[in-house]
């Protein structure tokens, strides 16, 4: 059981048996409370002491007298609880806020506001002289991430900036256009919204990989194989992601919704229990893996990618989220990693090398406290976790907020007094303003240990490489603009959902001039997790297909349609051999096409992926039987004289597809006659001389090969 939950329950029934002399200890308002007024923590990180419980009760005796003296005429310590309930239920603003504001506000009224009441167009930020400025100890990394970040550039009214110098260096530099975002980005593509649509089997699916690698890289190899094998990596990056709409598909599932979660959320020994927990969709991750993309500074052309062999990963929590957010803080801003584990004894001896040493040692010093974790996190921490592995930082279970590299051994920091005083010193390769999503650079969800190694087989190196590859030590150019990586949302089937109800109010913020780091951005604030200023970056991409056949273009939505570019894809018989056994291939899809849209309309024609590939009579013969003649009666919603009208089938016979008999009535009442039509289990040569009208000696059988280059699919 967690110690927050333990401290409850040891003093909830003091509290009730004698509510003038004991108080129920509520573990976040009163580590609130102890950092208002002395700036740490009133408890260790350890179940609630005697020392600890006699400190909180002498708190609360003293707040209890302040009442009476304010004549408040409190009947017992819970009217004190009351009062610290509700006055410490939001953590409290230390020193002006967290480094990051205090950068951005230093930042803002020394350099933004002056430059700007000069009239300068631009004005250059060197991190050095902020670090300085606020008088920070080795976080240079902090500066330059507030400067770069997407907040910054909200309050200063500027785009993203270009940088010169190492990254999060005290050199780095960086400097901003104060004429504000330009309309049209001149560091990457702009924005694109595209919807293919098109019948059935035009390739609309296949030519989405084309369209979102020249996306990604400007250009798509040449190939398909190649092409493929490049799409697949920019999958693995989680740059290209790919969903299909379905009737079911809404807002929670594409956006965010809330999900049934039980035990912590960042803490090992989940309390038991209930609750729904707000959770990102897939458009939701890939906006906040774009935005971080865009707002960081991109690598430059000489860096060389990390390098991951002969390290060990390790997933390891900085403190619990919203109680103890002063651990990760103080981490980030010091370049360490702590573990609260381990109480006050310096492990830092040879002599606790080995695991039994620690665990020894400290059931000796501890007899009252067996908790295993003592022990069990202690020890790796120590003795296994080695200079140049990689820790990440979980943001509960399912996502990420910070990864590092190990710089040093093992450390006892004396003045944290049993706190969170077991140390290493890192080197941050990724701090972030928003978690992102764990699934991004490990396979699965974590378990709620703070400390443990993770198999290297879970980890996605390629995306954790891209994630860092901008925190290298290699120089920008100087003056140069860098490019952000590109991000493309493929959308199957995207009429077949509500686009309404799946999008919300965000079919707003994908058009183009409202994107994140466009002139006209907008931000809004999400309903389930109340995010503030969430905006569509404009490094991400939107390419939808739509099937004309389940649904036409002129039945979307008015603000779809407004939104996105439509590029049509119409069957094209060109790609297509000329004929195939001498079956006249090109031809007999032109002539089904021409009769269908004369019978319906041309968004139900047929495409031809539907015959890429047959390279004899037996591979046509089974398109036309499992697949054409199928959607036929589809479309003509079982009326078989127009399914052999499009067949070319003689009236109320068939023969060459089909097979028509009569049926007599059988009341013997004189009925009609009716057709009972049925698929032929083979297909002659002259089903499909009947089909386009031309006698089968005229069909060439030597020209089976495509005419050239230019027809290949």
Known sequence: MPYA?????????????????????????FYHLGLALWGKSIFGNNPLTAAEYEAV???SDSLF?????????PRDLWDAQGFVWVTCKEKPDMDGGRDADRVRDHALKTYIEPARARGDDRVSIRCGDVHSALGLSAAHANVCQALRGQKFQKMAGTGV??????????????????????LERTDGPAPTNLILYGPPGTGKTYATAAEAVKLCDGEAPDGRAALMARYRELETEKRIVFVTFHQNYDYETFVEGLRPETGASDAEGASAGFRLEPR?????????????????SAPSSGSISYDFSGRRFWKMGQGAIGSEDDVYDAAIANNYIALGWGGSIDWSPERFASFDAIKAEWLEQNPDDPTPSNWTQTWPFRSEMKVGDIVIVPYGNTAFRAIAEVTGEYRYEPSAEGYYAHRRDVRWLLTLDEPLPLDTIVEGNFTMRTLYALAKKRVNLPALGRLIAGDSDTPAETGSVATPEQFVLVIDEINRANISKVFGELITLIERDKRLGMGNALTLTLPYSKKRDFGVPANLHIIGTMNTAD??????????RRRFRFKELAPDETLLPQSSEGIPLRQVLRTINDRIEYLIDREHRVGH??????EDKDAVDAVMR????????????????????????????????LDCRKIKDPTGEGGEDRESWSVRKTFELDAYRRLVGKPVEDVPAEADELDGAEDEA
């Open 5 to 29: 939950d333990i401290r409850v329950l040891a003093t909830l029934f003091q509290a009730l048996a004698r509510p003038s002399e004991a108080i129920a200890v509520n573990h976040t308002r």
């Open 57 to 59: 009760l002498d708190l």
């Open 65 to 73: 007298d302040a009442m009476e003296q304010w004549g408040w005429a």
């Open 161 to 182: 900036p270009t940088y010169t110098g190492p990254d999060n260096s005290s050199t780095t530099t960086f400097t901003y256009e104060l004429g504000g975002a330009s």
């Open 280 to 296: 990102p969709g897939i458009f939701r991750e890939i906006c906040a893996l774009a935005e971080q993309a865009r707002t960081r």
């Open 551 to 560: 649904r036409s273009i002129a039945l979307l939505d008015t603000a779809l």
């Open 609 to 614: 992926a539907f015959f890429i590939g047959c």
């Open 626 to 657: 499992d697949k054409v003649i199928p959607l036929l009666q589809e479309y003509f919603f079982e009326d078989w004289s127009r399914v052999a009208a499009v067949l070319g089938e003689p009236k109320g016979k068939g023969g060459g597809f």
